[in-house]
Nanobody, 124 residues
Framework: QVQLVESGGGLVQAGGSLRLSCSAS????????MGWFRQAPGKEREFVTA????????SYADSVKGRFTISRDNAKNTVYLQMNSLKPEDTAVYYC?????????????????WGQGTQVTVSS
């Protein structure tokens, strides 16, 4: 059972930056593809980004390309989400997720473990 804990959310003005972190309890963290999803009020959970086990491969939703960067530190069992040029429409609860699938995409049902989420609010 992998436990994921997100941190780093908060309130920021449009154009600002935040860095989210997700710490995993699992010592075999490097065996998991990691992803970030978000859910805004009244909307379905949506894919934001994912990173391969080694960190060499990443994928992003079109809405965040060029603004968000995912990275991981397998020695620290942690994945990060650097968010720059934030917009009010980025406001959501952000969730960290993990999967042991060999290849995972943007579907939430591909991920087995989820954190509790961290709130990100971007004011205009």
């Amino acid at each position: 059972q992998v436990q994921l804990v997100e941190s780093g959310g908060g309130l920021v003005q449009a154009g600002g930056s935040l860095r989210l972190s997700c710490s995993a309890s699992e010592r075999t963290f490097s065996r998991y593809i990691m992803g970030w999803f978000r859910q805004a009020p009244g909307k379905e959970r949506e894919f934001v980004t994912a990173i391969s086990r080694s960190g060499a491969g990443t994928s992003y939703a079109d809405s965040v390309k060029g603004r968000f960067t995912i990275s991981r530190d397998n020695a620290k069992n942690t994945v990060y989400l650097q968010m720059n040029s934030l917009k009010p429409e980025d406001t959501a609860v952000y969730y960290c997720a993990a999967t042991r699938l060999i290849k995972a995409g943007s579907r939430s049902d591909e991920y087995d473990y989820w954190g509790q989420g961290t709130q990100v609010t971007v004011s205009s």
